[in-house]
């Protein structure tokens, strides 16, 4: 008689996303997958607590005629999977079931297959392509006389009435501003700057950023703030010559052609500048996640894709790594106080332990409280109609942590997840990201 286990000891795996598989997008063999899943995760029940999909999942199960998984109606399948958005946080925190264990549960992919599905046959809003057409968006919005209008517009209560009737864009969520002087604009001297690094341990001692779609439209500062950090510490900076959205909102959206357009520009000028020595740093966890994961699922056998993957860091990992080598300088001019963060969950899930606080506790006297919850901002999510309660809902613990610290500054390493716990908060503008607090500490 064999037996199953109950749960693995064994480190996670992820298998390559089978995307370019027409299985792939057989909506019979996806609803047998999904009642497969759903049904391990019905009796499981762990991650609950984690977002709504979940508790959408077990309401559908709760209420059915046969009180299990195939009581409910498969057309109903899809109020669970438009509520994930893909943080990972069940695979990689949460979940015992997770390959190599024999039930092989990976509940964010699947639920990626499904969106998937769902964008081949139509099913998507217009509005959903708009919001994760970010290069689209931000151009447009960018340019100097339309950036004002459009700010203009977002901040006004007549205008937010109008963007919720046409595009159910919720009246009350925190929408960015957007600004014609991007980043791009700002460092133009530094776009294919060519230079020399003094190596320590895995890098290079050269950064190339990869500005992001947010950093270089929406809050161009944070990345202002990392140039003044790196070139403090003898690090020389460049930017991409070209450069697009990395392709984490169309990858939410489940518009994986769209992804590979996105790598078709990216991977060639990340691949030339990993080839001239430059090693890769993004401001925005889910970014810098797409190159470090998604992408290299989406193309195990692309070798330039892979290459990029080893060169690609997180702000804080790979100044800590820096640091690690005596290559950091810790001749602080000023303490932070008490700092507490939100770890976002693309950066937690790339598995590099707690850099960001590990690197602001280097200031002398300052402590650090981190909280390790989702905020329930992904990108677009919190600003959908539909879905704005549930985001609040779920950033309601978070926003109750910060307040509960009384600390002097708050934020997160996400600058989007700062936002909506400053706005959870009421205190709109108020959060810092870690690197404007190590610029600061810096007295630069």
């Given at each position: 008689m ?5 749960g693995s000891l064994d480190?996670?795996?992820r ?9 792939f997008y057989d909506?019979?063999?996806?609803n047998?997958?999904l009642?497969r899943?759903?049904?391990i ?12 999909a ?7 199960v ?11 109606d ?16 069940c695979y990689m925190?949460?979940c015992?079931y ?13 639920m ?15 509005r959903d392509?708009?919001l994760?057409s ?38 009350t969520?925190?929408?960015?501003h ?7 604009k ?5 776009i ?6 003094e ?13 992001t ?12 703030d ?11 900076v460049?930017l ?9 909102p169309?990858?939410e ?12 520009t990216n991977?060639p ?17 889910s ?13 195990p056998?692309?070798d330039?894709?892979?290459a990029?993957?080893?060169r690609v860091?997180?702000p804080f990992?790979y ?8 290559k ?21 899930v790339?598995?590099?332990?707690q850099?960001t606080r ?6 002398p006297e300052t ?12 990108g677009?999510?919190?600003v ?7 985001a ?15 600390a002097d500054?708050f ?12 706005h959870?908060?009421q ?8 690197i ?9």
């Amino acid at each position: 008689m064999t037996t199953i286990r109950e749960g693995s000891l064994d480190a996670p795996i992820r298998h390559a996303i089978d995307w370019q598989n027409p299985r792939f997008y057989d909506e019979d063999a996806l609803n047998a997958e999904l009642e497969r899943v759903f049904d391990i995760c019905h009796g499981c029940r762990r991650c609950v607590s984690l977002c709504q999909a979940f508790p959408t999942l077990f309401d559908l199960v709760d209420e059915s005629a046969t009180l299990e998984v195939d009581g409910v109606d498969k057309a109903d399948y899809v109020k669970v999977v438009n509520h994930c958005y893909l943080c990972d946080l069940c695979y990689m925190t949460k979940c015992p079931y997770v390959p190599p264990h024999e039930w092989n549960v990976d509940f964010p992919h699947l639920m990626l297959r499904a969106k998937a599905v769902q964008y081949k046959h139509h099913k998507v809003r217009a509005r959903d392509k708009l919001l994760s057409s970010t290069d689209l968006v931000g151009t447009l919005a960018g340019i100097p006389v339309v950036a004002g209008m459009v700010n203009k517009t977002l901040s006004s209560r007549m205008g937010r009435a109008v963007t919720e009737s046409v595009l159910q864009v919720d009246r009350t969520a925190r929408l960015p501003h957007y600004h014609s002087s991007t980043l791009r604009k700002r460092y133009p001297h530094l776009i294919g700057r060519q230079a020399q690094g003094e190596p320590a341990g895995p890098t290079t001692g050269k950064v190339a950023i990869f500005a992001t779609c947010y950093g270089n439209y929406n809050e161009p500062g944070i990345n202002e703030d990392l140039v003044a950090v790196l070139e403090h510490n003898g690090i020389p900076v460049t930017l991409l010559r070209k450069e697009r959205c990395c392709g984490m909102p169309k990858l939410e959206l489940g518009d994986l052609q769209a992804v590979d357009e996105a790598r078709r520009t990216n991977i060639p000028m990340l691949k030339a500048l990993v080839d001239d020595g430059w090693d890769i740093v993004g401001m925005v966890p889910s970014c810098v996640l797409m190159f470090k994961q998604e992408l290299p699922l989406m193309y195990p056998d692309d070798d330039d894709v892979q290459a990029v993957k080893g060169r690609v860091y997180d702000p804080f990992e790979y100044l800590m790594l820096r640091h690690k080598h005596g290559k950091l300088s810790t001749a602080f001019s000023q303490s932070l106080g008490k700092v507490v963060y939100q770890a976002s969950c693309h950066q937690r899930v790339q598995n590099i332990g707690q850099k960001t606080r590990e690197v602001l506790a280097l200031v002398p006297e300052t402590t650090v409280e981190i909280i390790e919850r989702c905020s329930g901002h992904d990108g677009t999510y919190a600003v959908k109609k539909e879905f704005h309660a549930a985001a609040m809902k779920i950033v309601r613990p978070v926003a109750h942590r910060v307040k509960q610290a009384q600390a002097d500054y708050f934020g997160s390493d996400c600058p989007m997840a700062g936002a909506h716990i400053a706005h959870a908060l009421q205190q709109d503008g108020q959060q810092r990201h870690p690197i404007t607090l190590l610029r600061l500490a810096y007295g630069l």
